[in-house]
């Protein structure tokens, strides 16, 4: 169960890696709809200067270095800072045995039984990992369970996915009883595989069918470096080593495609769409200046808006780009 013991484990440090290698850093900072890096999308890192402004790109100079504690997990920031985001971005992180249960009611429904991964205590809120090496019902495979396409939405720091800590405790979660959707994947990928080569492919495939979106930038840099020392803390658990650092560079990619800043309802990058700006329009007599309204906001109509669609990744799909909202029927 959560040990309480070690909440500062919590926290993955930018410095460590961007010492491990700047091109981790980069890639997990790139937001691939616009070519730049994701941005603070959060008024709450402005007292610390103009590059911190909601608008701003995270830079790895602004979160390591003397700015290294500049970004931390929901669970370390101050009280008043995580009412405050409660109240304006409705931020709100639900513990683990709730993560857990709800994922366990996603698996009940694929594998036609319950208490695959683990057997929950509603009374205590704990739970039980199983034991024995999952088995899996007549004409599924676990090949099949890793390739299954998973989401969590609004994902903030993605506890739903990798569960190494308890988002509202801080408590660290040990590897054989993590609950997240990705951590059951790497767990079946650690049962049913004996090599590097093996393991290190059918990791790729769980990362490229896991996904998730964030509004908030640093919520969005703290979920994709959690699903990072995931891939990590799983191969090391298996191998006993690090793997090589081309393994980590590739998992880095896959999530920076599949774990996006997006505004939700919109299907866009936040605040993208342009509502009463002046924005120059080239006619037949010229240029002119016209003010710029959104016809998807002001219908709501999701495939109406002027901002920037967001776009990801199709793996299976000869892993070709497609808008977020095209998957929406």
């Given amino acids: 169960m959560p040990n309480k013991d070690n909440a500062l484990s919590v926290d993955v440090r930018e410095d460590n ?26 008024h709450d890192y402005e007292p610390l200067g103009s590059m911190y402004d909601y608008h701003s790109e995270i830079l790895p100079e602004l979160i390591t270095g003397d700015r290294g504690m500049a970004i931390r997990p929901r669970v370390l920031k101050s009280k008043e800072n995580q009412t405050d985001r409660a109240k304006e971005m409705a931020e709100v992180f639900t513990p683990s045995w709730v993560c857990n249960a709800q994922n366990n009611l996603v698996d009940d429904a694929w594998f036609g039984r319950q208490n695959v991964f ?13 034991l024995n090496k999952i088995a899996f019902p007549e004409g599924k495979t676990w090949k099949d369970y890793v390739r299954a396409t998973r989401w969590e939405i609004t994902c903030g720091e993605a506890p739903y996915l990798v569960s190494r800590y308890d988002t509202t405790t801080g408590a660290f979660i040990p590897l054989q009883e993590r609950i997240g959707l990705l951590d059951r994947k790497l767990r079946i990928v650690s049962e049913n595989t004996a090599t590097s080569g093996e393991w290190l492919a059918m990791a790729q ?3 490229m069918h896991t996904y998730g979106y964030e509004w908030q930038g640093d919520n969005l840099l703290l979920a994709r470096e959690a699903l990072l020392q995931s891939f990590i803390e799983y ?6 080593k690090m793997p090589l650092l081309k393994s980590i560079n ?5 999530i920076s495609w599949n774990i996006f800043q997006m505004d939700g309802l919109k299907g866009v990058v936040p605040d993208s769409c342009k509502n009463g700006t002046i924005e120059k329009v080239q006619t037949l007599f010229g240029e002119e200046e016209r003010v710029a309204h959104c016809l998807g906001c002001a219908k709501e109509s999701l495939r109406q808006h002027n901002g920037i ?21």
Avoid: M
């Fill in 118 to 130: 683990n057997v929950e205590d509603n009374e205590t809120h704990t739970w039980q990992s199983t």
């Fill in 250 to 254: 590739y998992i880095a990619y896959i």
């Fill in 17 to 42: 890696l961007r010492n491990l290698s700047p091109e981790v850093l980069n890639t997990l900072l790139l937001d691939h709809t616009t070519g730049r890096n994701i941005f603070w999308a959060t």
């Fill in 309 to 329: 669609y967001c776009i990801i990744r199709d793996w299976p799909n000869n892993k070709k780009k497609i808008r977020f909202i095209d998957l929406v029927k």
């Fill in 205 to 207: 495939e769980a990362y």
């Fill in 235 to 240: 191969y090391q658990a298996k191998f006993g």
